[in-house]
Protein backbone atom coordinates (compact mmCIF):
# COMPACT_ATOMS: atom_id res chain seq x y z
CA UNK A 1 0.00 0.00 0.00
CA UNK A 2 2.98 2.48 0.98
CA UNK A 3 4.95 1.78 -2.38
CA UNK A 4 1.23 2.51 -4.34
CA UNK A 5 1.44 5.96 -2.86
CA UNK A 6 4.81 6.23 -2.99
CA UNK A 7 4.20 5.62 -7.16
CA UNK A 8 1.11 8.15 -6.85
CA UNK A 9 3.47 10.88 -5.53
CA UNK A 10 6.01 10.63 -7.66
CA UNK A 11 3.33 10.64 -10.78
CA UNK A 12 1.54 13.20 -9.74
CA UNK A 13 4.45 15.61 -8.77
CA UNK A 14 4.00 18.17 -11.28
CA UNK A 15 0.62 19.49 -9.32
CA UNK A 16 1.01 22.80 -8.84
CA UNK A 17 0.71 23.04 -5.20
CA UNK A 18 3.88 24.52 -3.01
CA UNK A 19 3.87 22.03 -0.33
CA UNK A 20 3.84 18.85 -3.03
CA UNK A 21 6.18 20.31 -4.61
CA UNK A 22 8.81 21.11 -1.92
CA UNK A 23 7.97 17.39 -1.16
CA UNK A 24 8.58 15.98 -4.24
CA UNK A 25 12.29 17.84 -4.46
CA UNK A 26 13.03 16.79 -1.02
CA UNK A 27 12.55 12.97 -1.52
CA UNK A 28 14.22 13.01 -5.06
CA UNK A 29 16.85 15.36 -4.70
CA UNK A 30 15.90 17.49 -7.63
CA UNK A 31 17.56 20.80 -6.89
CA UNK A 32 19.89 21.45 -10.24
CA UNK A 33 17.87 23.78 -13.00
CA UNK A 34 17.93 21.22 -15.81
CA UNK A 35 15.61 19.66 -13.32
CA UNK A 36 13.31 22.82 -13.34
CA UNK A 37 13.11 22.83 -16.97
CA UNK A 38 12.15 19.43 -17.12
CA UNK A 39 9.84 19.37 -14.54
CA UNK A 40 8.21 22.95 -16.40
CA UNK A 41 8.23 20.94 -19.53
CA UNK A 42 6.43 17.73 -18.06
CA UNK A 43 3.67 20.47 -16.09
CA UNK A 44 3.54 22.21 -19.66
CA UNK A 45 2.79 18.61 -21.11
CA UNK A 46 0.33 17.27 -18.42
CA UNK A 47 -1.83 20.36 -19.62
CA UNK A 48 -2.88 19.11 -22.54
CA UNK A 49 -3.76 20.97 -25.46
CA UNK A 50 -5.50 23.92 -22.69
CA UNK A 51 -3.04 25.13 -21.02
CA UNK A 52 -1.31 26.61 -23.89
CA UNK A 53 -4.47 28.52 -25.25
CA UNK A 54 -4.73 30.04 -21.23
CA UNK A 55 -0.98 30.66 -21.27
CA UNK A 56 -1.47 32.97 -24.82
CA UNK A 57 -4.66 34.60 -23.03
CA UNK A 58 -2.19 35.41 -19.82
CA UNK A 59 0.26 36.83 -22.33
CA UNK A 60 -2.67 38.89 -24.09
CA UNK A 61 -4.07 40.10 -20.77
CA UNK A 62 -0.94 41.24 -19.58
CA UNK A 63 -0.14 43.14 -22.65
CA UNK A 64 -3.65 44.99 -22.55
CA UNK A 65 -3.07 45.86 -18.99
CA UNK A 66 0.04 47.64 -19.73
CA UNK A 67 -1.00 49.35 -22.54
CA UNK A 68 -4.26 50.67 -20.71
CA UNK A 69 -2.01 51.55 -17.54
CA UNK A 70 0.41 54.11 -19.66
CA UNK A 71 -2.95 55.15 -22.00
CA UNK A 72 -5.26 56.11 -18.98
CA UNK A 73 -3.17 58.24 -17.08
CA UNK A 74 -4.60 61.42 -16.17
CA UNK A 75 -1.60 63.76 -17.27
CA UNK A 76 -2.44 61.94 -21.14
CA UNK A 77 -6.20 61.96 -21.12
CA UNK A 78 -7.30 65.52 -19.48
CA UNK A 79 -3.98 67.51 -17.92
CA UNK A 80 -5.00 69.37 -14.97
CA UNK A 81 -3.57 72.49 -16.29
CA UNK A 82 -4.52 72.82 -19.43
CA UNK A 83 -8.03 73.80 -18.93
CA UNK A 84 -7.86 76.72 -16.97
CA UNK A 85 -5.07 77.89 -19.67
CA UNK A 86 -7.60 77.67 -22.43
CA UNK A 87 -10.29 79.20 -20.44
CA UNK A 88 -7.61 82.28 -19.42
CA UNK A 89 -6.78 82.46 -23.21
CA UNK A 90 -10.51 82.74 -23.93
CA UNK A 91 -11.09 84.95 -21.93
CA UNK A 92 -8.22 87.30 -23.32
CA UNK A 93 -9.51 87.20 -26.51
CA UNK A 94 -6.61 85.24 -27.72
CA UNK A 95 -8.86 82.24 -29.69
CA UNK A 96 -5.81 81.26 -32.16
CA UNK A 97 -3.22 80.90 -29.61
CA UNK A 98 -5.64 79.01 -27.56
CA UNK A 99 -5.88 76.52 -30.77
CA UNK A 100 -2.42 76.30 -30.76
CA UNK A 101 -2.06 75.17 -27.69
CA UNK A 102 -4.74 72.57 -28.29
CA UNK A 103 -2.85 71.28 -31.40
CA UNK A 104 0.49 71.16 -29.49
CA UNK A 105 -1.08 69.06 -26.21
CA UNK A 106 -2.94 66.42 -28.65
CA UNK A 107 -4.89 64.45 -25.59
CA UNK A 108 -8.70 63.96 -25.48
CA UNK A 109 -9.72 66.91 -23.22
CA UNK A 110 -7.27 69.10 -26.05
CA UNK A 111 -9.14 67.47 -28.84
CA UNK A 112 -12.38 68.37 -27.18
CA UNK A 113 -11.84 71.40 -26.55
CA UNK A 114 -10.64 72.16 -30.28
CA UNK A 115 -13.91 71.86 -31.37
CA UNK A 116 -15.52 73.77 -29.24
CA UNK A 117 -13.42 76.32 -30.00
CA UNK A 118 -14.44 75.29 -33.99
CA UNK A 119 -17.35 75.88 -33.72
CA UNK A 120 -17.04 79.22 -31.74
CA UNK A 121 -19.63 81.56 -32.69
CA UNK A 122 -22.38 78.69 -33.52
CA UNK A 123 -25.43 78.47 -30.78
CA UNK A 124 -25.06 77.06 -27.79
CA UNK A 125 -26.65 73.71 -28.41
CA UNK A 126 -24.88 73.12 -32.10
CA UNK A 127 -21.22 73.67 -29.78
CA UNK A 128 -22.18 71.72 -27.19
CA UNK A 129 -23.47 68.91 -29.81
CA UNK A 130 -20.19 68.63 -31.86
CA UNK A 131 -18.26 68.20 -28.36
CA UNK A 132 -20.41 65.44 -27.36
CA UNK A 133 -20.00 63.58 -30.48
CA UNK A 134 -16.11 64.29 -30.08
CA UNK A 135 -16.17 62.82 -26.69
CA UNK A 136 -17.86 59.93 -27.82
CA UNK A 137 -15.08 59.08 -30.34
CA UNK A 138 -12.75 59.83 -27.53
CA UNK A 139 -14.44 57.33 -24.78
CA UNK A 140 -14.39 54.57 -27.64
CA UNK A 141 -10.40 55.30 -27.87
CA UNK A 142 -10.35 55.17 -24.04
CA UNK A 143 -12.23 51.83 -24.11
CA UNK A 144 -10.48 50.05 -26.72
CA UNK A 145 -9.18 46.41 -25.63
CA UNK A 146 -11.18 46.27 -22.98
CA UNK A 147 -13.92 44.36 -24.07
CA UNK A 148 -11.65 41.86 -25.24
CA UNK A 149 -10.10 41.58 -21.86
CA UNK A 150 -13.38 41.21 -19.69
CA UNK A 151 -13.72 38.58 -22.50
CA UNK A 152 -10.56 36.55 -21.74
CA UNK A 153 -11.96 37.00 -17.63
CA UNK A 154 -15.30 35.14 -18.51
CA UNK A 155 -13.81 32.99 -21.19
CA UNK A 156 -10.39 31.47 -19.00
CA UNK A 157 -12.48 29.65 -16.31
CA UNK A 158 -14.75 27.65 -19.06
CA UNK A 159 -11.43 27.00 -21.35
CA UNK A 160 -9.96 25.77 -17.63
CA UNK A 161 -12.93 23.63 -17.11
CA UNK A 162 -12.67 21.88 -20.60
CA UNK A 163 -9.13 21.08 -19.57
CA UNK A 164 -10.90 19.10 -15.96
CA UNK A 165 -13.56 17.14 -18.24
CA UNK A 166 -10.50 16.12 -21.00
CA UNK A 167 -8.58 15.09 -17.91
CA UNK A 168 -10.91 13.28 -16.49
CA UNK A 169 -12.00 11.56 -19.61
CA UNK A 170 -8.22 10.51 -19.95
CA UNK A 171 -8.58 8.89 -15.78
CA UNK A 172 -11.41 7.04 -16.44
CA UNK A 173 -9.84 5.97 -20.31
CA UNK A 174 -6.52 4.88 -18.26
CA UNK A 175 -8.44 2.75 -15.63
CA UNK A 176 -10.61 0.91 -18.78
CA UNK A 177 -7.20 0.30 -19.99
CA UNK A 178 -4.93 -0.82 -17.02
CA UNK A 179 -8.00 -0.92 -14.46
CA UNK A 180 -8.31 0.74 -11.04
CA UNK A 181 -4.72 -0.92 -9.57
CA UNK A 182 -2.52 1.52 -10.44
CA UNK A 183 -1.97 4.87 -9.47
CA UNK A 184 -0.06 6.22 -12.55
CA UNK A 185 -2.55 5.32 -14.52
CA UNK A 186 -4.67 7.80 -13.00
CA UNK A 187 -2.57 10.33 -12.07
CA UNK A 188 -1.84 12.00 -15.11
CA UNK A 189 -5.67 12.44 -16.37
CA UNK A 190 -6.03 13.65 -12.89
CA UNK A 191 -2.97 16.45 -12.90
CA UNK A 192 -4.45 18.03 -16.41
CA UNK A 193 -7.52 18.83 -14.81
CA UNK A 194 -6.53 20.15 -12.06
CA UNK A 195 -3.53 21.74 -13.66
CA UNK A 196 -6.50 23.20 -16.30
CA UNK A 197 -8.34 24.67 -13.65
CA UNK A 198 -5.89 26.63 -11.49
CA UNK A 199 -4.85 28.00 -14.64
CA UNK A 200 -7.93 29.28 -15.70
CA UNK A 201 -8.64 30.92 -12.29
CA UNK A 202 -4.71 32.32 -12.56
CA UNK A 203 -5.68 34.23 -15.68
CA UNK A 204 -9.10 34.91 -15.31
CA UNK A 205 -9.07 36.72 -11.55
CA UNK A 206 -6.29 38.92 -12.54
CA UNK A 207 -8.10 39.66 -15.74
CA UNK A 208 -11.10 40.69 -14.21
CA UNK A 209 -9.76 42.73 -11.58
CA UNK A 210 -8.01 44.24 -14.13
CA UNK A 211 -11.54 44.64 -16.21
CA UNK A 212 -13.15 46.42 -13.24
CA UNK A 213 -10.56 48.95 -12.57
CA UNK A 214 -9.82 50.52 -16.16
CA UNK A 215 -13.57 50.16 -16.21
CA UNK A 216 -13.86 52.72 -13.46
CA UNK A 217 -11.13 54.44 -14.38
CA UNK A 218 -12.52 55.44 -17.72
CA UNK A 219 -15.90 56.54 -16.13
CA UNK A 220 -14.02 58.91 -13.63
CA UNK A 221 -11.99 60.41 -16.96
CA UNK A 222 -15.02 60.27 -19.16
CA UNK A 223 -16.53 62.52 -16.28
CA UNK A 224 -13.34 65.04 -16.08
CA UNK A 225 -13.73 65.82 -19.98
CA UNK A 226 -17.41 66.31 -19.59
CA UNK A 227 -17.34 68.91 -17.06
CA UNK A 228 -13.91 70.81 -18.73
CA UNK A 229 -15.53 70.75 -22.15
CA UNK A 230 -18.66 71.55 -20.75
CA UNK A 231 -17.47 74.41 -18.86
CA UNK A 232 -15.75 76.06 -22.11
CA UNK A 233 -18.65 75.44 -23.99
CA UNK A 234 -20.59 77.75 -21.57
CA UNK A 235 -17.75 80.08 -21.38
CA UNK A 236 -17.60 80.18 -26.05
CA UNK A 237 -21.32 80.75 -25.48
CA UNK A 238 -21.67 83.67 -22.80
CA UNK A 239 -18.82 85.35 -25.19
CA UNK A 240 -21.26 85.10 -28.48
CA UNK A 241 -24.47 86.22 -26.47
CA UNK A 242 -22.55 89.47 -25.52
Do not use: C
Amino acid sequence: MQRQLNDFADAAHPLPFPEWYAIFRLRHNRTDSGGDVQELLGLFKMGGFVLPILILAAIVALAIAGNRLWVLRRGRVAPRDLAARIAELVEMGKVQQAVKVLYENDTPLARMMLVALQDAGQPRDVIKESVEESGRHEVAHLDRYLNFLGSIAGVAPLLGLLGTVFGIMHAFAAIGMVGAGDPKALAGGIAEALITTASGLIVAIPSLMFYRYFKGQVDTLVLSLEKEALKLVNLIASGTEK
